[in-house]
């Protein structure tokens, strides 16, 4: 199966030896700052899944280094039908925004379209916008589910203590909306765009020590 991705910069490869499983580990412990053991994926599961209809991939720079990662298992929905369950993706800080996170998606597209599966599914953060630009801008999932705290309280260095509500996401690999963000033939919204449509600013925010924090709040408009 070919990578997706054309960047010269890194090469996006199914992961094939223990040595590259242990990388996906160390790398879930530098995206999200882990510290108990317990919270990363353990290489052998991820091993033992990829060996029973699942997937691990790597993406990786000219000097070998793993950038990012992503490794999903093969379910079963409730009507019976086969989907296969994307549980990770993660990208080092340095590579977010380059297309990392969108290429390894489309490989894993490919693969379970190879499967014969129509439909991947994965939970993400409400709260994060680069979740929002990549899953529904991007990749042009849907989503028709929310879960309160899924997993409990976070323990991860990077989200400690904070609920873990998240969004159900539905990509349908066949579907139009997806085929034509794979063949970049649709125009994606952006701020401008939405502006000088007649869209309303409702929450601005401002980037502080690498966060978001909102300024001039108006919950008067009718949004």
Not at 10 to 38: C, D, G, M, P
Not at 146 to 152: A, E, T
């Amino acid at each position: 199966m070919n990578p997706t991705s054309t960047n010269p910069s890194y090469s996006i490869r199914i992961l094939a030896t223990a040595e590259e499983f242990k990388q996906a580990v160390i790398l879930q412990h530098e995206v999200w700052n882990i510290t108990a053991q317990s919270e990363a994926i353990p290489k052998d599961v991820m091993i033992i899944a990829q060996k029973n209809g699942g997937l691990a991939l790597g993406a990786f720079t000219p000097a070998n280094e793993m950038i990012g990662a992503l490794w999903g298992f093969l379910g079963r929905r409730e009507d019976g039908t086969w989907e296969h369950y994307s549980h990770m993706l993660g990208v080092l800080p340095v590579w977010r925004s380059s297309g990392v996170g969108k290429d390894l998606k489309f490989f894993q597209r490919n693969y379970v379209i190879q499967q014969g599966l129509e439909l991947i599914t994965w939970t993400v953060s409400p709260l994060e916008s680069s979740n929002a630009s990549l899953n529904f801008r991007k990749l042009g999932g849907v989503c028709r589910q929310y879960f309160p705290n899924l997993y409990g309280n976070m323990e991860d260095g990077l989200n400690m203590g904070l609920p873990s509500d998240r969004l159900n996401m539905e990509w349908w690999v066949n579907s139009h909306r997806v085929i034509q963000r794979l063949q970049k033939a649709v125009s994606l919204p952006n701020i401008a765009g939405l502006l000088k449509s007649g869209a309303k600013t409702i929450n601005s925010t401002y980037l502080t020590d690498n966060l978001l924090k909102s300024e001039n709040i108006n919950l008067s408009l009718n949004a």
